[in-house]
Nanobody, 115 residues
Framework: QVRLVESGGGLVQAGGSLRLSCAVSGSIFSINDMGWYRQGPGKQRELVAA???????NYADSVKGRFTISRDNAKNTVYLQMNSLKPEDTAVYYC?????????WGQGTQVTVSS
């Protein structure tokens, strides 16, 4: 059984930084793409950033230049470094991992940015 556990969310002032982590455990042969999504109040879930197994990255326009996604394949962990946070970044952030042809989600971690 595959499990994704996020950590690192919290309350931060505008302009501050947070680092999210997502550890994948369970019956894993290899992890393909990994990513971070978010869902703000009254909004649909959206892609924030994604990274392939070879390290190619993709970002939402709203976070380019402020957020950085990375992964440690030896630890089956993906990270999201978030700098220059804005109130509009407030959301529940979810980790996603593709293993074989299946997609798995974490439980989410709350990020709140105060103005």
């Amino acid at each position: 059984q595959v499990r994704l556990v996020e950590s690192g969310g919290g309350l931060v002032q505008a302009g501050g930084s947070l680092r999210l982590s997502c550890a994948v455990s369970g019956s894993i042969f290899s992890i393909n793409d990994m990513g971070w999504y978010r869902q703000g109040p009254g909004k649909q879930r959206e892609l924030v950033a994604a990274i392939t197994s070879l390290g190619s990255t993709n970002y939402a326009d709203s976070v380019k230049g402020r957020f950085t996604i990375s992964r440690d394949n030896a630890k089956n962990t993906v990270y999201l470094q978030m700098n220059s946070l804005k109130p509009e970044d407030t959301a529940v952030y979810y980790c996603n991992a593709q293993i074989s042809s299946w997609f798995y989600w974490g439980q989410g971690t709350q990020v709140t940015v105060s103005s």
